[in-house]
């Protein structure tokens, strides 16, 4: 192929910063290169994160923003264009940080890395016998997920013990879930029901009054003129705070929650979260769920011994992602560890090993103290992987003061007081 020749869209290797006054920044000019490494130091309150999150990252984010329909903005943060005086050639910034992954139980290290939908891809290619396309292996999908959990993987139960006191009567306040005391709306819809003496202790109703009082599905009943909605205790408890996640619940109705729920396994699947077909597909024999729950290093040893010319790219991929993750020290974790288990630096790694696999270049990838919490070793391996974000074609920001991150700076941008 001819060398092309030089074109005036060559011209835009650095992103210019002309007068940032974002916070403690007093008109700031610089010029930081693209597709370079670039960190930034500077004692606390030079402002370096103001210059790299509040001006460079957040504007960024501002112009993507605004390409959404107005309806899509309103769910994102109303943001301000920052304090300066021009900005010149950003490209797309994503901010890699060390917050914890949701609390989301379908987000797992294989969900979260796309590494589980690659090894879905060659289950549905490869295993036999064959059950379907890769949706017959998620568990997020209703064509692959066991249908007893739904996909989660565990069942939980009530504890009937926690929700009332089976000594005491309606009227004297048996029911002890958060929000259904005496008087409340909740605790009229059962007592406005009709379908038990208020007075009664708990434990002096019949058993057909036990079961509609806590399992009985919605039903309309008719009371007096109205009509109202009832259904059973237990039934409303866990539609009301157990398909909530945890993490966003109230506190005193997490505090309920851990009293009265507990979790087991699900005796369908056994935790595997995938209905039997997906199960009984084999590659070497094993299934779907063994691979997800091997050691990550155990597994990329697997997936090297899968030699068929049909997957060689897709599996060159999955391995690549593995083998990334054993290289900055997450090889321990298997793809079914929830998301929402790990600490804020693996997530930062899981996180890091995601975009280094992803397809996208020319992304400003921004870090603040990436390094922060981890081991030596630990250190050495995230500069590696920092290195090869940058070589992929992107630019790296890091906002960082350790000398094991500086020495490995293309440039590094030194803030004053
Ligand atoms: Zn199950």
Redesign the pocket.
């Known amino acids: 192929m001819q060398q092309p020749a030089r074109s005036a869209a060559d011209n835009h290797d650095v992103i210019e910063v002309r007068g940032a006054r974002e916070n403690n920044l007093t008109g700031v000019s610089v010029d930081i290169p693209k597709r370079r490494l670039t960190v930034f130091t500077g004692v606390s309150g030079s402002g370096k994160s103001s210059l790299v999150f509040g001006t460079i990252a957040a504007e960024s984010r501002r112009l993507i923003n605004e390409t959404y329909s107005a309806f899509l903005q309103s769910f994102m943060p109303n943001l301000s264009r920052p304090d300066v005086d021009s900005l010149r050639n950003l490209t797309p910034a994503i901010v890699v940080d060390q917050e914890r992954m949701g609390a989301n139980s379908r987000s797992t290290v294989g969900t979260a890395t796309d590494a589980y939908a690659m090894l879905r891809i060659v289950f549905s290619r490869l295993g036999t016998p064959h059950v379907g396309g890769a949706g017959a292996f998620s568990f997020n999908l209703a064509e692959g997920m ?1 249908p ?2 739904e996909g989660l ?1 565990r069942v939980s139960d009530l504890d009937v013990h926690a929700m009332v006191d089976v000594e005491r009567s309606l009227n004297d306040g048996a029911i002890l879930v958060p929000n259904f005391a005496v008087d409340t709306w909740y605790w009229q819809t059962i007592v406005g029901s009709g379908l038990f003496d208020p007075d009664l202790k708990l434990q002096d109703f019949t058993p057909q009054q036990w079961q509609d009082f806590l399992h009985k599905p919605a039903t309309k009943i008719k009371v007096g003129s109205n009509n109202l909605t009832y259904e059973g205790l237990a039934v409303k408890v866990r539609r009301l705070y157990l398909a909530k996640d945890r993490e966003s619940m109230q506190p005193h109705i997490r505090a309920f929650v851990d009293r009265a729920v507990t979790f087991t396994t ?1 005796a ?2 056994n935790g ?2 995938l209905n039997a077909a997906a199960l009984s597909s084999r590659i070497a024999g094993r299934n779907i769920a063994d691979c997800s729950a091997m050691q990550i290093s155990d597994l990329a040893e697997f997936v090297r011994g899968i030699d068929d010319p049909s997957v060689a790219p897709l599996v060159a991929n999955l391995r690549e992602t593995l083998e990334s993750l054993v290289e900055i020290g997450l090889g321990y974790l298997s793809l079914d560890r929830e998301s929402a288990t790990l600490s804020g630096g693996e997530a930062q790694r899981v996180k890091m090993v995601r975009h280094l696999g992803s397809s996208l270049s020319d992304i400003t990838y921004v870090f603040d103290e990436p390094t922060v919490g981890l081991h030596p070793h630990d250190i050495a391996r995230m500069n590696g992987l920092l290195l090869r974000l940058r070589d992929k074609g992107n630019t790296v920001l890091v906002v960082e003061h350790k000398p094991e991150t500086i020495a490995i700076a293309d440039y590094v941008v030194d803030l004053g007081p």
């Open positions: 066991c007893a959990c993987g699900c369908d699947c595997a979260r």
